[in-house]
């Protein structure tokens, strides 16, 4: 089993910048396909990044390519997502993900149904 603890969300002003953090625990995520996820009230929960499990390959939701960069140190068995340039549209609950596939077979998966581990999220507030 793995345990995912995201920290790091708060209120920030449209502009600013946040960086969220996700804290593994129970087993190694380093062989896990990890990705950051968001979800808004009555809406589905949307893929905002993904990382393969050596870090060497990302992908992004074309809303935050070029604002946001998801990294991970797997000896800190942690994985990151910076948030620059927020905007009031990237107020949600954020989550981070693990998926064990795809860490095997080398893929950044998009479906949140992928995913074997979550974590409780972490509210982001853009104010205008």
């Known amino acids: 089993q793995v345990q995912l603890v995201e920290s790091g969300g708060g209120l920030v002003q449209a502009g600013g910048s946040l960086r969220l953090s996700c804290a593994a625990s129970g087993r190694t995520i380093s062989t896990y396909t990890m990705g950051w996820f968001r979800q808004a009230p009555g809406k589905e929960r949307e893929f905002v990044a993904g990382?393969?499990?050596?870090?060497?390959?990302?992908y992004y939701a074309d809303s935050v390519k070029g604002r946001f960069s998801i990294s991970r140190d797997n000896a800190k068995n942690t994985v990151y997502l910076q948030m620059n340039s927020l905007k009031p549209e990237d107020t949600d609950v954020y989550y981070c993900?693990?998926?064990?596939?795809?860490?095997?077979?080398?893929?950044?998966?998009?479906?949140?149904?992928?995913?074997?581990?979550w974590g409780q999220g972490t509210q982001v507030t853009v104010s205008s």
């Open positions: 993900a693990a998926d064990s596939v795809g860490g095997r077979l080398l893929l950044i998966r998009r479906s949140l149904y992928e995913y074997d581990y």
């Open positions: 990382i393969t499990w050596s870090g060497g390959r990302t």
